[in-house]
Nanobody, 126 residues
Framework: QVQPVESGGGLVQTGGSLSFPCVVF????????VGWFRQAPGKDREFVAA???????????DYADFVKGRFAISRDNAKRTVYLQMSHLEPEDSAVYYC????????????????WGQGTQVTVSS
């Protein structure tokens, strides 16, 4: 069983920053791609960022266009943790943020993810 667990969401002002971890419990953490998705009230779940399982020499990351240059995803395999660092936040970034694990190398398609966290709320005030 694999269980992603997010923590650290909260309230921040426009232009501010937040960083929160996703700890992935279970076996073979190094073999799971990990992604972040978000869902705002009345909207579909959308892709934010993803990071590949660790290859021999490189780790790949992918971002939604609307977060490029503002968000960064990274992973620490020793801590079984993936981090999402968000900066220059805007009210439109307010949503529940979900961490998920996939057996794919990595993916922007939420249907490719087998395991999901419970989500953490991010609210950006104007």
């Amino acid at each position: 069983q694999v269980q992603p667990v997010e923590s650290g969401g909260g309230l921040v002002q426009t232009g501010g920053s937040l960083s929160f971890p996703c700890v992935v419990f279970g076996d073979y953490f190094n073999s799971w791609g990990v992604g972040w998705f978000r869902q705002a009230p009345g909207k579909d779940r959308e892709f934010v960022a993803a990071i590949s399982w660790r290859g021999e020499t490189t780790t790949h990351a992918d971002y939604a266009d609307f977060v490029k240059g503002r968000f960064a995803i990274s992973r620490d395999n020793a801590k079984r943790t993936v981090y999402l660092q968000m900066s220059h936040l805007e009210p439109e970034d307010s949503a529940v943020y979900y961490c998920a694990a996939t057996s794919h190398y990595y993916s922007s398609n939420f249907r490719d993810y087998e395991y999901w966290g419970q989500g953490t709320q991010v609210t950006v005030s104007s």
